[in-house]
């Protein structure tokens, strides 16, 4: 079977051998339509490579660790970043290159392509999500083709393409992925023709840029924009563009360029141009019998369709969640300006706004008074919590852009080695724990100092207590972990003095430095591409810095919030155990709305009393080596209090005001997924083994539990050596799972 | 190798070999027995044998009771079988159990036995190539082979 199929035998081929872009091209081919030279790499090819590798059954493996259902959007990107590594570290089989390459070499030579996606189903009217799968343009010479044939075969395994695999009817043994290569047209001006506006079908849009159509799919230029009465193709409005910039093909890939300044004040098409992409747009319409989505590019005269595919019934705008989730992708150009906003606006404003709030005056205010200023500062927070969700989140895209472009480069096989990378001594968190083991190890040297903490008396220690204050000023105190708990400094005491109580300190940088790996990967650049190179790690850096930072930032506004409500409490008394947080202003104006009956405590632990236990649960590895200890499983300020040196961290999800502790514990488990979250950091920062997705964790694990702690597998095995066990008198084993699992 | 032939007097030993291969071959999984203090306990694992014959592979990471069960008392037995939950597997179905001594696979004998067992099972790489995973082999003593129902022979390796 024919594996390289040239556009003519598309037709013929079928569409779920070829995918609906080449499909579609050879309809519009065949019509007499002008599209660039193409060949379609079959289906086929993948499913050859995906089964004789093994990597279907990996894939397999990855996407059934736990239920979609369970899996955080975060943990959709980490899955993906995973499945990608295994096809950029799976080379082809030398069969399937032989059958390959002769017909690719043949017909293109060494002209430059375009690989593209081509996946059956993806551009059908059912199922029109666009750029879930990814095109690579510029690509020269047999290898490099064959490379990015497997990068596209890997974006049908894409987040989005994850996100949507309902929708796509997404499945290991059944999805398959077609390829199209394009020769590069000579693109001066490029861009879409949606047949019809989702704002008014009566109308239909053209974007158009300079350069190539890059630009515009991505974000990255933005376009004129041309309103087109659908009935007799009149221009309705023209919204012209800042015109800045254009993508041009570089020495691989494609580039953004200034745009030549005789172009800024021309719009790409003239009437004349605007109205034969209508002409075509319609005529391709007439062919397919709908209104199409339809890529077109322009070079010297001569008109090309790079692809069409219908318009869907809904247009573009999910409704979901989703969405939201997909709007996070960001180019470069739109990172940098999020970071220059996060760097220059938001933080200080947010150090600000933190420094103006004043605690101390509480005290002082009556009950309604109180009232109000619980309620300003429940608004600020919920303020500061959007301008996070809005800004700060997205931000966090900068390591992902980074470590796709990493791996594609450098093609490590962690693929999370990019982290190391990233590094950073100077995160708060790290710097705060820097300062309380600094004040610990006074403490190891002097053990009167010891008593005095405990005291919490420093006055015969004025030199330990001038540190203790530079400390408080450069941080702040450590978040409160009992309510009421007013007096300053005593959560730092405390933690310094669990901080004392164990002998080794520091966090184990392992491994390689961060200046070797900077320079390994540096070395995979030519010169003139070595400056986006380091411009996109300080990117990276900045994300990862800020990433962790921003949370330290928000909690420093939110602890003003818990003193108001803490002080609150106070007054209300034991009644105030009986209010919500949200009911507290309103429990302050009016103390008899409180119910006089306590409400029935919610059982945590609703596993416990079965006799069915799990033996072993599995997450992700988020942070490697490996770790026995008892668990403290910490689901509440309190009970962070009685975490013990070696313990192993139990939660839902760390956050910054628990990153103090992490020191401190022997491994982590979290049910929060992802690779890239706080608790994640901060283990990798600490060389303390992390499994992070953990279904139920905090309910299936109990405090006391013997755990092993696997951070290399993403497994946490419950319950000591077996041997022990036996003689305890042993009860059911394996939880539900084979017992077997971990070697299936 | 020696052959105990029960029910049958003359054993083609190269074609024995040869059924031996093709059903290990064919069979991604084994049932492993292991036992704490007497108790047996079994559980499925994916294997591979050597070319030999002489030693079937597997792994499992260091935190598991199978392996914990292997440091205490090595003698294990693992079967092997092809099948296919019908009424036919009473004369169609084949059964190897074997019986020998379990331990991790240390040193140069390492590469050899991984190569063979990563050719089998290639998507269970990045689970083997953890730190806190143990290639596992038995030094096989005996395979016992059933087969049409109560068809048994033995196959000695070793004394």
Redesign the interface.
Known sequence: MNLVIPLQAVAEAGVHRVGGKAFSLGILASRGIRVPRTLCVTTEAYDLYARS???L??I??ELNRKDFSDMRWEELWDASLRIRSMFLNTAMPSTLVKKLMQPIEEFFGDARVAVRSSAPGEDSSEASFAGLHESYLNVAGIYPILDHIRLVWASLWSDAALLYRRELGLDVHHSSMAVTLQELVDSERSGVFFGRNPADPSQAVIEAVYGLNQGLVDGAVEPDRWIIHRSDGSIISHDAAVREGRMVPGPAGVVRAPLPPDLISVPPLDEGEVRRIVEMGMRVEGLFGAPQDMEWTMSGPDLYVLQARPVTAGGSGQADDRAWYRSLSRSYDNLTRLWARIEDELVPEMVSVAKRLDDHGLRDLDDGALAREIESRVELCALWERTYREHFIPFAQGMRLFGRFYNDTVRPQDPYEFMDLLRSDDLISIRRNRGIEDLAAVVRKDPSLAGALARGDLSRHPGFQQRVRSFLDEFGDLPCSTPGCAREGRVLYDVVLRHASRHDAGSQQSGRTTEYLEEYYLLFFPDEQQPFARELLRLARASYRLRDDDNIYLDRIKVHLKAALDEARKRLGPRADRVGDDDIPRALRDPSIISPVQPEAECVHAQAGFAVRM??LVGQPAG?G?ATGTARVVSSRQELSAFSPGEVMVCDAIDPTMTFMVPLAAAIVERRGGMLIHGAIIAREYGIPCVTGVPHAVELIRTGDVL?V?G??G?V?IGE???QE?TAGAQG??GGC???T??? | MDFEAREVKVVDHQQLTLQLKALFASQGLAVLSTSEHGQPYCNLVAFSSSDDLKNLVFATTRATRKFSNIGSEPRVSMLVDNRSNKVSDFHEAMAVTATGNASEVMGPARDALLKVYLAKHPHLEDFVMSPTCALMRVEVDRYYVVSRFQHVMVLKLKE
Do not use: N
Request: proline share 0%; hydrophobic share 35%.
């Open positions: 590798t093994g990597l059954e990996r397999s493996l033996r072993q490697s490996i092993t696997d290399y597998l497994i095995t050596g077996t041997l036996a084993h394996g084979l017992g077997g971990e070697a299936l």
